[in-house]
Structures are given as C-alpha cells and as structure tokens.
C-alpha cells in the first residue's frame, strides 16, 4: 500500500519562504513521477510542480514558475517543494501525488491531475498580506 504524507505547511506573512515535503512510503520510489497541487477554498485543484523519477525533467504552473522548485530525494523517498517570494494567493491546502510510470514514462513529468494513482492528505499554507 502507498501512502503520501505531506508536512511542513503552516502561516508566513507575503514574501516568505516555506519548503513543504512529502514522505512516501510502500512501492518503489524512485520509479514515480511526483507531482504537487493545490486547492484554495471554493476553488478546484490545480497543478502546481511535478518531476521525473530521476528528477531530470520538471514541470511547473505559469503562476509559480521562478518562485518555486520542486526537488526529490529518492535516497529518502521524498519529494519537497521549496516556495519562495510567496503571495496570499498562494494561499491553499498542497497536495502530493505519484504516478506510477513504465520504463518509457519514468522520464516526463507530468501535469495532469488525472495521471497520478495516490495522493497524500494536503497541508495547509496560509499566506498574509
């Protein structure tokens, strides 16, 4: 059984920096595409970041491109997303996802909520103005 669990969200005032991370535990780490979304209250789920299962390709949303970095260390078996220069609209509960990949998959990340298997909890990041 996979399970993903998400940590160190919490309130920083605009401008901050926050690293979330995500433990996973079950199945064979290195071989999962991750990938990190976010839902804000009223809204839909959005992609934030994915990587590759070696970590050698990335993906980001337009909104976050330059501000965050998403990283992995499969050594750990865990993911991280490093957020900086935050904003209040960045304001939402963070979740992680893997994908389970074949060997010609591994390789791309991935954008698409509907291409991961598990997910993990969410934690929350409040930013204030």
């Known amino acids: 059984q996979v399970q993903l669990v998400e940590s160190g969200g919490r309130a920083v005032q605009a401008g901050g920096s926050l690293r979330v991370s995500c433990a996973v535990s079950?199945?064979?780490?290195?071989?999962?595409?991750m990938g990190w979304f976010h839902q804000a209250p009223g809204k839909e789920r959005e992609f934030v970041a994915s990587?590759?299962?070696?970590?050698?390709?990335?993906l980001y949303a337009d909104s976050v491109k330059g501000r965050f970095t998403i990283s992995r260390e499969n050594a750990q078996n865990t993911v991280y997303l490093q957020m900086n220069s935050l904003k209040p609209e960045d304001t939402a509960n963070y979740y992680c996802a893997a994908a389970r990949t074949t060997a010609f998959s591994r390789y791309r990340a991935r954008a698409r909520g509907d291409e991961y298997d598990y997910w993990g909890q969410g934690t929350q990041v409040t930013v204030s103005s």
């Open positions: 079950g199945g064979t780490f290195s071989t999962y595409v």
């Open positions: 990587i590759s299962s070696l970590g050698g390709n990335t």
